[in-house]
């Protein structure tokens, strides 16, 4: 299946697949609008196809390889695997020749310069925000109304 930007521009069934969650790429914009600039591609490659995107320089970013096999910027891209950018990188993918291509998630997004502090499943930037956040589950208060976008925004 191709998505509606391959369809578009007349691609092969071995070009590339991809569909933005968030972001613009391929004059199709995803549907997940972001309070800081970020990418979330899902791309899926038939066998021999090829996919490039640009990640803007000072953006950290990864791939997440779910099915297939091929490399992802000069890196072997593997099941399970994942592979991190370099800051600014210009992403090229080429699928291997089996049945399966390459999958893969690719994430991206502007450091916004905060702390980090993770435990558990939970990332917040202070350790008090952490201990708020497991209370919070274990009381069934961890979505609050008023954390939820503006309508506006959404």
């Not at 521009?9 to 004059?27: D, H, L, M, N, Q």
């Not at 990640?55 to 592979?83: D, H, M």
């Not at 699928?95 to 917040?124: C, N, R, S, T, Y």
Request: with cysteine; glycine share 14%; net charge negative.
């Amino acid at each position: 299946m191709l998505c509606a930007a391959c369809r578009w521009r007349g691609r092969p069934a071995a070009a590339c697949a991809s569909w933005p969650a968030t972001s613009t790429s391929g004059g199709v914009t995803g549907p997940i609008k972001m309070r800081n600039p970020g990418l979330l591609m899902d791309v899926r490659l038939a066998a021999g196809g090829n996919f490039t995107q640009e990640v803007p320089e000072g953006w950290n970013g990864f791939c997440y390889v779910y099915e297939g096999e091929g490399k992802i910027s000069g890196s072997r891209a593997q099941p399970e695997q994942t592979l991190v950018l370099g800051p600014g990188d210009h992403l090229v993918a080429a699928a291997g020749g089996g049945a399966a291509g390459l999958k893969f998630l690719l994430v991206a997004g502007k450091p916004i310069g905060e702390p980090i502090v993770q435990h558990g499943p939970f990332v917040m930037n202070t350790e008090e925000e952490i201990q708020q956040a497991f209370l919070d589950y274990r009381t069934g208060q961890l979505q609050r109304s008023q954390d939820d976008l503006p309508e506006d925004e959404l």
